[in-house]
């Protein structure tokens, strides 16, 4: 960078020198995989004209698997000629640290060459990178030197089919399991793995593999898994592989199952496109009771709502088939009508009479959404990047920019100010952070 824009860049980084930046952003949809921030993240509340000062940019590789991060580390996937690479990059420039390479033939059969990359966002724990390619190779590195501890070819070893993308769920890791939907035959649906060592754990289910990420839940002290896989939502021991409960949720056909559950309190969330929508219901650890499902409102491709003060803001809709809808739902609006004595039908009650909606704004365009500091950012796949000010009586958007030219498909990472996004073939740092 030089002149006006170079100083423009230092002027804002030192203006948040003295911030209390927030915390890592290890996993897909961050800390919690719920695309809420930590409480520490400080953002400026109105960006300069020409939007957020760029830290730096550099060329990457096919994919649209989005950054981890954990302290100075970020965990680049992608793919560049017949290789898929897990790079460790310093956030601070995105220079290489080091690189692990693993052969790839993969092609999609769906889309074209840019969509033959990884699509799982990397998973850090416990000082290990787990990263999960599109033909199904699982690997555990070292993130400090990037030496590789282990791998698996799931695929070949557990008999699944790649999909209409390749491998698509991020594993999840708790304490010692790394759970997987892998989505392989003979009761190898779902696999655990050991983190030290990759042995495996535990196989459960037939269940084929979804895209959507799985999370963690907490009932009487016990971490649990609830996952969405290609039909069901399951919850599941991560521990022993005990199934706790399952019900029905996707359909068979050109169908994927995308966004990640999202749990509040008590309550879950599962929602997909395709004419499938959603399922909201209360659950323990013996099942579900639904609140509501059906085909609208809540009915979003891969972009996981984000709960604010009892609404629901999300990306309604498909990337691939415009129109895409932002909405704001009110939760406690969002039930099935049953008269007093009527028993619900089974997966769900009679449909809704009066709308949840609170406000749509239509044509909004596809992307997903990261709530931090009180505010939303919503990255749409077009490029566009959307500071909004979440308001259940109208849209309030605060600043806006154009974040990057291109398919900006994959999912953001925000730590300690620091917005990471990428498209086809560009990584971009933003500086985010602003001052006390």
């Given at each position: 960078?030089?002149?006006?824009?170079?100083?423009?860049?230092?002027?804002?980084?030192?203006?948040?020198?003295?911030?209390?930046?927030?915390?890592?952003?290890?996993?897909?949809?961050?800390?919690?995989?719920?695309?809420?921030?930590?409480?520490?993240?400080?953002?400026?509340?109105?960006?300069?004209?020409?939007?957020?000062?760029?830290?730096?940019?550099?060329?990457?590789?096919?994919?649209?698997?989005?950054?981890?991060?954990?302290?100075?580390?970020?965990?680049?996937?992608?793919?560049?000629?017949?290789?898929?690479?897990?790079?460790?990059?310093?956030?601070?420039?995105?220079?290489?640290?080091?690189?692990?390479?693993?052969?790839?033939?993969?092609?999609?059969?769906?889309?074209?060459?840019?969509?033959?990359?990884?699509?799982?966002?990397?998973?850090?724990?416990?000082?290990?990178?787990?990263?999960?390619?599109?033909?199904?190779?699982?690997?555990?590195?070292?993130?400090?030197?990037?030496?590789?501890?282990?791998?698996?070819?799931?695929?070949?070893?557990?008999?699944?089919?790649?999909?209409?993308?390749?491998?698509?769920?991020?594993?999840?890791?708790?304490?010692?399991?790394?759970?997987?939907?892998?989505?392989?035959?003979?009761?190898?649906?779902?696999?655990?793995?050991?983190?030290?060592?990759?042995?495996?754990?535990?196989?459960?289910?037939?269940?084929?593999?979804?895209?959507?990420?799985?999370?963690?839940?907490?009932?009487?002290?016990?971490?649990?898994?609830?996952?969405?896989?290609?039909?069901?939502?399951?919850?599941?021991?991560?521990?022993?592989?005990?199934?706790?409960?399952?019900?029905?949720?996707?359909?068979?056909?050109?169908?994927?199952?995308?966004?990640?559950?999202?749990?509040?309190?008590?309550?879950?969330?599962?929602?997909?496109?395709?004419?499938?929508?959603?399922?909201?219901?209360?659950?323990?650890?013996?099942?579900?009771?639904?609140?509501?499902?059906?085909?609208?409102?809540?009915?979003?491709?891969?972009?996981?709502?984000?709960?604010?003060?009892?609404?629901?803001?999300?990306?309604?809709?498909?990337?691939?088939?415009?129109?895409?809808?932002?909405?704001?739902?009110?939760?406690?609006?969002?039930?099935?009508?049953?008269?007093?004595?009527?028993?619900?039908?089974?997966?769900?009650?009679?449909?809704?009479?009066?709308?949840?909606?609170?406000?749509?704004?239509?044509?909004?365009?596809?992307?997903?959404?990261?709530?931090?500091?009180?505010?939303?950012?919503a990255q749409k796949t077009d490029g566009e990047l959307l500071l909004i000010n979440p308001n259940p009586e109208a849209l309030k958007v605060v600043s806006r920019c154009q974040s990057l030219r291109g398919v900006t498909r994959a999912l953001p990472a925000l730590s300690n100010g620091r917005y990471f996004l990428r498209n086809e073939d560009t990584l971009k740092c933003?500086?985010?952070?602003?001052?006390?």
């Open positions: 960078m030089q002149g006006r824009s170079a100083w423009l860049t230092l002027f804002w980084f030192a203006m948040s020198a003295s911030a209390s930046w927030g915390g890592d952003w290890p996993q897909i949809l961050g800390p919690q995989r719920s695309g809420i921030a930590d409480s520490d993240e400080h953002l400026l509340q109105r960006w300069p004209k020409g939007g957020p000062p760029t830290l730096w940019e550099r060329k990457v590789g096919h994919g649209y698997a989005g950054l981890a991060v954990a302290g100075n580390r970020g965990i680049l996937f992608h793919r560049i000629d017949d290789e898929e690479i897990v790079e460790g990059i310093d956030v601070a420039t995105g220079r290489t640290l080091f690189q692990d390479k693993s052969p790839t033939s993969f092609a999609p059969q769906v889309g074209g060459r840019d969509g033959d990359g990884p699509l799982c966002v990397p998973t850090i724990h416990q000082g290990r990178v787990i990263s999960y390619g599109a033909q199904g190779i699982l690997t555990c590195l070292d993130l400090e030197t990037g030496r590789r501890l282990w791998q698996h070819k799931t695929h070949r070893e557990f008999n699944a089919q790649e999909g209409y993308f390749g491998a698509g769920s991020s594993p999840i890791v708790v304490d010692q399991a790394v759970v997987v939907n892998v989505g392989g035959r003979n009761g190898a649906g779902i696999v655990a793995f050991d983190l030290e060592t990759g042995a495996v754990l535990w196989k459960q289910t037939d269940e084929p593999a979804s895209y959507s990420a799985p999370v963690q839940v907490n009932i009487n002290d016990m971490p649990l898994v609830l996952m969405v896989t290609r039909y069901q939502c399951v919850l599941i021991d991560p521990k022993s592989g005990t199934l706790l409960f399952q019900f029905p949720f996707g359909q068979r056909g050109p169908t994927v199952n995308g966004a990640s559950p999202v749990v509040m309190g008590d309550r879950l969330l599962v929602t997909s496109s395709y004419g499938i929508g959603g399922v909201y219901a209360e659950f323990d650890l013996f099942g579900t009771r639904p609140i509501w499902k059906g085909e609208k409102p809540v009915a979003t491709q891969y972009c996981t709502p984000i709960p604010i003060d009892g609404f629901l803001y999300l990306i309604n809709g498909r990337d691939d088939v415009p129109p895409a809808d932002f909405e704001c739902i009110e939760l406690a609006a969002l039930r099935s009508r049953v008269r007093e004595g009527d028993q619900p039908s089974p997966g769900g009650a009679a449909p809704i009479t009066t709308s949840p909606q609170k406000w749509i704004e239509h044509n909004f365009g596809y992307g997903t959404l990261i709530l931090a500091d009180g505010r939303l950012l933003l500086h985010l952070a602003r001052g006390l």
